[in-house]
T-cell receptor, first 113, second 113 residues
Framework: DTEVTQTPKHLVMGMTNKKSLKCEQH?????MYWYKQKAKKPPELMFV???????INESVPSRFSPECPNSSLLNLHLHALQPEDSALYLC????????????FGPGTRLTVL | TQLLEQSPQFLSIQEGENLTVYCNSS?????LQWYRQEPGEGPVLLVT?????EVKKLKRLTFQFGDARKDSSLHITAAQPGDTGLYLC?????????????FGQGTILTVHP
């Protein structure tokens, strides 16, 4: 099973809402990632969890809050987002280190009104 | 600073033509990965190259890693409409934190029937 699943596929939220994005993998990977991607641009790294511990935070605003409940699950909690946060949010996993290649989920298309 | 220069940015060709996409850097990478992404989906890992001078083939796709591990190329033979998508190269650098890939800016390939 080489699949990374993400829910929901689409999300529309107001600036005062609180929502969560979910990601799951069952490949036994011990590194999981959140990326933000704008149209026709490369993904931008947001967070990395390695062995369920946050190892990289790319100076992401605190309105984005990651959580790794166990080695298979990764969440991204959203609160008080801005319209410019609208993007495709991608989850990925790999065996650390990432030099071996990452497996991406299909993404959540987020629209902030 | 763009550490991984990918070219061309756009490529529009007819079915059956050959093409090459390049990724160049002044930095040494411990590995170079190539991904293909279709609209509304996450990137899909095509190949990882780790050894200088390495050549890998995946059906009509040929990937090469430069001898000095600073550059890579993707060659597609007899392109088909199904090859259409965003192609991304990504490098993992030695000595950087786990999980941090440097992405090229991407090549948007359109293959016309």
């Amino acid at each position: 099973d080489t699949e990374v699943t993400q829910t929901p596929k689409h999300l529309v939220m107001g600036m005062t809402n609180k929502k969560s994005l979910k990601c799951e993998q069952h490949m036994g990977h011990r590194a999981m990632y959140w990326y933000k991607q704008k149209a026709k641009k490369p993904p931008e790294l947001m967070f990395v969890y390695s062995y369920e511990k946050l190892s990289i935070n790319e100076s992401v605003p605190s309105r984005f809050s990651p959580e790794c409940p166990n080695s298979s699950l990764l969440n991204l909690h959203l609160h008080a987002l801005q319209p410019e946060d609208s993007a495709l949010y991608l989850c990925a996993s790999s065996q650390p280190p990432s030099r071996v290649g990452q497996y991406f989920g299909p993404g959540t298309r987020l629209t902030v009104l | 600073t763009q550490l991984l220069e990918q070219s061309p940015q756009f490529l529009s060709i007819q079915e059956g033509e050959n093409l090459t996409v390049y990724c160049n850097s002044s930095s040494v990478f411990s590995s170079l990965q190539w991904y293909r992404q279709e609209p509304g989906e996450g990137p899909v890992l095509l190949v990882t190259v780790v050894t200088g001078g390495e050549v890998k083939k995946l059906k009509r796709l040929t990937f090469q890693f430069g001898d000095a591990r600073k550059d890579s190329s993707l060659h597609i033979t007899a392109a088909q409409p199904g090859d259409t998508g965003l192609y991304l190269c990504a490098g993992a650098r030695s000595g950087t934190s786990y999980g941090k890939l440097t992405f090229g800016q991407g090549t948007i390939l359109t293959v016309h029937p």
